[in-house]
């Protein structure tokens, strides 16, 4: 701990000049949606806390004053909650890639699951009828996929590799990541030194890392032209530590990746071992970034929505197909929907090399409130037995306030929001007439204060 910071913060005014903060003490009360600790000051005023949790006493640094509420991070634990654990990662506090290390993992997911019901009852006015067990996995080593930013550190010419810091545009520098899959991880050391070699290192800007079932792929951002030299570099890299590496070079492929090593791309690809069902996609197509995890979801999802030989499913947002190729498996026909047009061709593909048959893809505008049948295509006019959504942030209040037409009994929802999902939640139960019956959280980013959360609602 730093012992300056305990007893004053310097932080310099809008105007340029320093002023000194004292530190100051608190009682924290619960955990916000993000992970930081809540509590009130004398006069009833609300702190968020980072580093701070439930029923501890904290000396905090103010960071932040709002007329409603205070921010701040932990400057000393006066008080320790039996649940606080040891961080493992070496720059945990300032890095902005966790938020809840010091919580003990079986307890963070019981946060997670406690913020879905909050929601539910506070902005869906509705209970389930059954809360399931939450879905976890391995907390640590799970991610598969990231991006890093870069900095140039001109003092020691070296090229610098990290999460943003938090509450900062700086980027943290390490030279691993605790939950980062542990290949990728022992490559982001190799990767520095590799990129440090380039002949104008300060203009990488970026880095991505991606594992697939069968391949590593490192994607490096780069503002401007590579020599051949560099590329040569890049090159030498990726066959010793046997990835595919590309280039982002927006000057010279207009923002389209350049294969530099191996000389032909070969097909990323990862698999639902339960429906034996193989999923190939591009470098920067999204997926979730725990694959273990998002193995139990898909049959989780599957087994809620009880699917019978002569269902026709629905399902919306659907990406590369990573509900719809196992559902396909199971019911009689499938429509898959995707507002990205390259996802969809890409979908379409995993449809052929599945042999699948009574599936199709659709391109269509989610967010469109109109709903018509010429932005949509056929799917829009059809009715469905049940029906699966799995949307972004945002939601998908558009689809909720027009789903009677397609007259489907059940609905299965999955969300990484839980206030979006608890306001498109209250759409369905009191303006559309369907009834909750499940609800349970996924532990799909342990570590983080992000919650991924599946919702059952029946006619």
Known sequence: MNRRRQKKYMRPSKKGADTRVEVQEIVIDTLSHDGRGVGRTATNKVVFVEGALPNERVKYTP??????FS???????????????DPKCKVFGRCGGCAIQHLDPEEQILHKQKQLLDNLTRIGNVTPAKVLDPMTGEVWGYRRKARFGTT???????????FRARNSHYIQPTNSCDILNKRASDLLPLLKVSLSKLSVVEKVSGVEVCEADNEMVVIVQYRGLLSMSDEACLAEFAKENIVQLFVDDRADTHGELKLIYPEQTVPLFYEHSDFDIKIEFGPRDFIQVNGE???????QAVELLDIQKTDRILDLFCGLGNFTLPLARKAAYVAGVEGEDKLVHRAIHNKKINQLEELDFYYGDLYDENMNEESHGAWLNQKFDKILLDPPRAGAVEIVRNI??????????ISCDPATLSRDTNILVNEKGYSITHAGVIDMFPQTGHVESIVVFEK
């Open 71 to 85: 921010t701040g991070v932990v400057a000393e634990v006066l008080d320790a909650s039996n649940l606080r654990v």
């Open 404 to 413: 009677d037409r397609f007259e489907a009994s059940k609905i299965v929802y």
């Open 63 to 68: 960071l932040e004053s709002k007329k409603n």
């Open 293 to 299: 995890v998002n193995e139990k979801l898909v049959s």
């Open 152 to 162: 140039f550190a001109k003092t020691k010419n070296e090229i610098r590799i990290g």
